[in-house]
């Protein structure tokens, strides 16, 4: 007989959807006979040791509806990364609260979170089935097309860069605009959706799939600036040198590097800042600008795409059908079925935990610097309806008289 | 008998509704019998003087209605601060096109060079009638209840905020978030308009109205960190010592100014990153996140405040009634006649040119880092319908079980 009572939680970089997968566990478990409590780890795995838990049945319908329409984790999250002690002090707290099925929401380090959990659960036969929920803005998890967070966050960057192309062609210049992803350019790819005619920007895009090289940037961004009279760029914070050396920690002093070991990119404006340096005085260009785009692309209130925010609650629910209906733990899977559909799919969590994808060849132009129509095509529909669109006046010169 | 052609131009930065006010100037005229041509100047006074002028009359209602809610300066902007001889040149073109009414869409800048062309025409007694139409995210035009562009700005900085609250409740630490501003904090104030719940950030604002000290800073910081468990900060580019240096360029090696003398404040990431250094070396917060808002803030596609957008149309109408059925040059001004509405006023042009409003005492709380609820009120109009609402958890905590 099983206890009924189940725990979800939320880990890593909160996105504009996440809570939608939040409120779909919620009221899909507790549509079910056999759930009699759902409860929440304030603060992801970090709540669950600290035993920091909420009781989501007292949660009214409604507020959780009004909640899964604001971005961010309202549970709280965590950078905490568990290893085997951590995860067993985990497994320790679901036993004592007799939790016997586990959500957890977050990238693929989550799912290694998980896949341990359910490991420790295995060896002494404790009736656990743990899913992991897949969500992150850098759309890097593999077995997924896409992943929920990643197209709202993609619509941010795509109607940043529509405006920024806007600015930058009524006053001319470089702008560079440095976007979020570590090893996957996925959403700094997404900046080419904000383009309209041919000559819009962003004229120039470097991907962390692609070595990146100083001299070869400033020839490009010469050839476009000599082309056009300006040059709009999009930069993944995470381009690196031949070695894999990320181009943000060639000047930075002190590094901060986080739990996962992992270098921090995001939440400064070096990168930025180096590369507008570097093309005033290597080019002599008198106005460049340059952006970083921070936060503001995971958390912007007020930038969804309707179709993320359908799947990120339809995961949350799957999950939830998976647990009670399936046999086995595992990682919910986005899978595209039309043009455009979705199915999901639960994929085991050695599949997911720990790995990442990053762009496939064929979204990437042979030149190295822009996308190709296939990811067009592949982004498109998830960025949802009531994309803001961009118009010209036409061209109708009037004759000089004065002729100077 | 006067000739019916109209210029009109766009000058200073771009803003998310300074096409409504062209559309408003054109399609205005375009139903005056008296008009024959309307003439637009690319890239505001420089495409003036380089006769590079477009004919409106050509275009369609329909694309001026797309151009009109597209952000940008359709026409092309300019940072060009006209002097005498300038404005000179400007003034032999208008004659030389027999144009006798002209339409200068921007901030005090623009507004001083319409004031000296009008002041060319006069001498010689050529009929021309010469209008200002406000635009400018900063607010800081003199004799305006608010200028259009700003409501949006401001909308997108209170999103902005809501969303970095968010995000910062989720992953806790500091936040800091650099917005325009060079003299007065209209636009970083706004910030405060994201906050719902009492202990939401921004739970610091700093201002250019008030000096900025940055040991009171880290004071501040370190007491709303030790309250709240975190800090969320909005801080102007424009904050400045007692002497009036502004802190951006305390560390900046080599200081970029424009045409205007101004120091180069936005389009890079020098305050925010040196806030946040400070805030890590003096107060060993591990977690200190720095976004400089940059160009997104009066660009970004898709954040417009409707209420923004019908008064930007309408000042540009105006504009050319006041042209066609009045009898002087003039400033168009807004004029707050109710909660909420407006009327209109045509300010003579020296009321305006080159001055500049700040934020008014009444609007700054007494510690001089937050705002009064008469900005909120002020303000809260402005945003137009449909602002994002941010809904939590209701706490409904679970005892804990093991009580490590």
């Known amino acids: 007989m099983s206890s009924g009572k189940i725990l979800v939680a939320q880990g890593g970089g909160p996105t504009a959807v996440i809570n939608q997968s939040l409120a779909g566990v919620v009221l899909e478990a507790r549509r079910h006979h056999g759930v009699s409590l759902v ?48 995860c067993q002090e985990i497994f320790q707290v679901l036993k004592a609260h007799a939790i016997e099925h586990f959500f957890y929401i977050g990238g693929n380090d989550s799912a290694d979170t998980v896949r341990i959990v359910a490991e420790e659960a295995h060896k002494v036969a404790y009736p656990l089935r743990a899913i992991h929920i897949p969500k992150t803005i850098d759309n890097d998890l593999v077995g997924n097309d896409h992943t929920p967070g990643f197209p709202s966050a993609a619509r941010f960057v795509a109607q940043a860069f529509a405006g920024a192309n806007l600015d930058n062609a009524a006053l001319t210049g470089v702008y560079v605009g440095v976007v979020m992803g570590r090893h996957a350019g996925f959403l700094t790819a997404a900046s080419a959706l904000g383009k309209k005619f041919p000559d819009d920007g962003p004229h120039l895009i470097y991907l962390p799939e692609r070595v990146f090289e100083i001299d070869r940037f400033l020839a490009d961004v010469k050839a476009m600036y000599e082309r056009h009279g300006r040059c709009v760029i999009a930069v993944s914070e995470g381009i690196h040198d031949a070695d894999g050396a990320p181009i943000a920690t060639k000047l930075a002093a002190d590094i901060e590097k986080d739990a996962h070991g992992n270098v921090q990119l995001s939440g400064n404006g070096a990168l930025a800042d180096l590369l507008c340096e570097e093309i005033k005085a290597k080019l002599q260009i008198k106005r460049v600008r340059g952006d970083t785009f921070g936060y503001l692309q995971r958390s912007f209130v ?53 790995k990442t994808r990053t762009m496939e060849d064929e979204f990437i132009s042979a030149c190295g610097t822009d996308i190709t129509d296939a990811f067009r095509l592949y982004l498109r529909p ?22 100077r």
């Open 39 to 86: 409860y929440g780890a304030r603060h992801g795995v970090r709540g669950i040791v600290n035993e920091d838990l909420v009781d989501l049945t007292r949660e009214t319908s409604h507020n959780l509806e009004m909640v899964a329409g604001t971005p961010g984790s309202a549970l709280g999250s965590t950078r905490d990364k568990p290893d085997l002690p951590y």
């Open 382 to 403: 998830l960025l949802g309806s009531g994309m803001a669109d961009a118009y010209r006046l036409r061209p109708n010169p009037v004759a000089k008289i004065l002729q």
């Open 302 to 354: 007020g930038c969804v795409s309707d179709v993320d925010a359908r799947e990120a609650r339809e995961v949350g629910e799957k999950a939830v059908q998976y647990a009670m209906w399936g046999q086995s733990s595992g990682s919910v899977a986005v899978r595209r079925t039309g043009f455009y559909s979705v199915d999901y799919t639960l994929q085991t969590l050695d599949a997911v935990a720990g």
